[in-house]
T-cell receptor, first 114, second 114 residues
């Protein structure tokens, strides 16, 4: 149990376009989902916390207008990278938190902006 | 800035040897979690420590939470090639709100030679 999926797993887009990444909890409901970003050989950096039905809370330095987060249901959160640039190329990982203490991570989405 | 520091960043271990990775926080933690990320994979939850001085074991892995709840360690005995990966600690800060955000350490990348 406790499976989190992400779609797509890998995406290449042109500079200036927008990309939407989906995060789904497949067998549990998650009132809270987290979005992380990971650069090669670096730690996960929390970008934002997403609560179902309310606005996301962004970490310092993360542009809310650039990284749009929507937590539309208890099993789905989306991250949209708007007007992507090459420096946005990274590995984006979501995690979902049921009422317990654990976080379950998605497999990640590798974004390459050309 | 980074509030959760993890050392060493890189650990080269001979198969069969023991090693320890340490996680230190500048502030008191509510709890700490450990994750393992295999090369090319996503972080997988290993364990959570909550109580001051808590020690938990998972086969060859021993996790410890300091008395002051500011530091933690992961000790692996008789390292095997399957232990290869990056081990992250993630501390939940005492000042964190109810959404349960964590701050990740930079990770310890473990390489095991046969």
């Amino acid at each position: 149990g406790a499976v989190v999926s992400q779609h797509p797993s890998w995406v290449i887009c042109k500079s200036g376009t927008s990309v939407k990444i989906e995060c789904r909890s497949l067998d549990f409901q998650a009132t809270t989902m987290f979005w992380y970003r990971q650069f090669p050989k670096q730690s996960l950096m929390l970008m934002a916390t997403s609560n179902e039905g309310s606005k996301a809370t962004y970490e310092q330095g993360v542009e809310k207008d650039k990284f749009l987060i929507n937590h539309a249901s208890l099993t789905l959160s989306t991250l949209t990278v708007t007007s992507a640039h090459p420096e946005d190329s990274s590995f984006y990982i979501c995690s979902a938190r049921p009422h317990g203490d654990e976080q379950y991570f998605g497999p990640g989405t590798r974004l390459t902006v050309t | 800035g980074q509030q959760v520091m993890q050392i060493p960043q890189y650990q080269h271990v001979q198969e069969g040897e023991d090693f320890t990775t340490y996680c230190n926080s500048s502030t008191t933690l509510s709890n700490i979690q450990w994750y393992k990320q295999r090369p090319g994979g996503h972080p997988v939850f290993l364990i959570q420590l909550v109580k001051s001085g808590e020690v938990k074991k998972q086969k060859r892995l021993t996790f410890q939470f300091g008395e002051a709840k500011k530091n933690s360690s992961l000790h692996i005995t008789a390292t095997q090639t399957t232990d290869v990966g990056t081990y992250f600690c993630a501390g939940q800060l005492m000042t964190t709100d109810s959404w349960g955000k964590f701050q990740f350490g930079a990770g310890t990348q473990v390489v095991v030679t046969p």
